[in-house]
């Protein structure tokens, strides 16, 4: 299943070719004598470390620690939001220069993570103070919807399926186009509205709140995309490395589903 995570798109560990991405090899049982195989099966289980391969507890550290600098970027754009603009720009570079590595890179990731975390404090300051109380709201919902997405995903509930995943495809270039056609108007002053394109409103209902709705629901079926990118590395043996590539592109669609549930809710409580 393609991921239209461009973080795992452009990773050769999560596709077809992830067992050639390896270039593991090991020995047949004919190869080895009674004495090697059975010192052999009295080992302790191998680890992610011993066969340099991705592991679900390996890269959930990786995820781990991603977030904890995510985290601590934020506390410094939180207490100076100034740096939000900069970070944003930073962030973008980062995150294009780590989508199109063929390879990736730990220290990029983190350092992605970092500036990341600058602009989200920022962004979220700027929101606390037009609605105090709402950077706790919108951090619950994000728990939130991970928890239920990961839940679903784990008891097979629900799973990536082709046809989804380019209806869901379609819908995010319509958004994206949206988005910039909005950001455009605003910037030009067509628009003077606090959200745009987003404060029109349909049947009494701000068209923000709807799309709100359903590109939460799109950052959610992103998440399944991850989770199965993740599971077809782990199966196929992708190098261990990779773990670092599944850690970015789960940080790009939680710091999405963050900021959408964020706007969604300031829209609540214009």
């Excluded at 593991?24 to 004919?30: A, E, F, K």
């Excluded at 989200?120 to 919108?138: D, H, K, L, R, W």
């Excluded at 056609?181 to 030009?188: A, D, K, P, S, Y």
Aim: charge should be positive.
């Amino acid at each position: 299943m393609a991921s239209s995570n461009p973080a795992f798109t452009n990773s050769p560990a999560f596709t077809a070719n992830a067992a050639k991405a390896a270039q593991l090899t090991r020995p047949t049982p004919q190869d080895l004598t009674a004495e090697q195989l059975t010192e052999l099966y009295s080992r302790p289980s191998a680890t992610s470390a011993d066969t340099d391969r991705m592991g679900y507890e390996d890269t959930i550290v990786k995820i781990v620690i991603s977030f904890a600098i995510l985290l601590g970027g934020a506390v410094v754009g939180w207490v100076m939001p100034v740096l939000f603009l900069p970070a944003m720009i930073v962030g973008f570079v980062l995150a294009l220069v780590n989508i199109f590595k063929k390879k990736p890179s730990p220290a990029l990731v983190l350092v992605y993570a970092a500036v990341e975390g600058v602009f989200v404090g920022g962004v979220t300051n700027f929101f606390e103070t037009m609605f105090p109380g709402i950077a706790v709201q919108a951090v619950m919902g994000t728990l939130a919807v991970i928890g239920v997405t990961l839940a679903l995903f784990a008891s097979g509930k629900v799973r990536a399926s082709k046809r989804a995943t380019k209806v869901f495809l379609i819908a995010m270039v319509g958004y994206l186009g949206f988005s910039v056609l909005n950001l455009v108007l605003m910037w030009t002053g067509v628009n003077n509205q606090p959200f745009g394109l987003r404060s029109a409103e349909i049947f009494g209902i701000p068209l923000g709140l709807i799309l709100g709705v359903l590109v939460i629901l799109m950052a959610a079926y992103s998440l399944v995309l991850d989770f199965d990118n993740i599971k077809t590395g782990v199966e196929r043996g992708a190098p261990r490395i990779y773990g670092w590539t599944a850690a970015f592109g789960i940080m790009v669609t939680v710091v999405w589903l963050y900021l959408e549930i964020l706007r969604l809710l300031a829209i609540l409580r214009q």
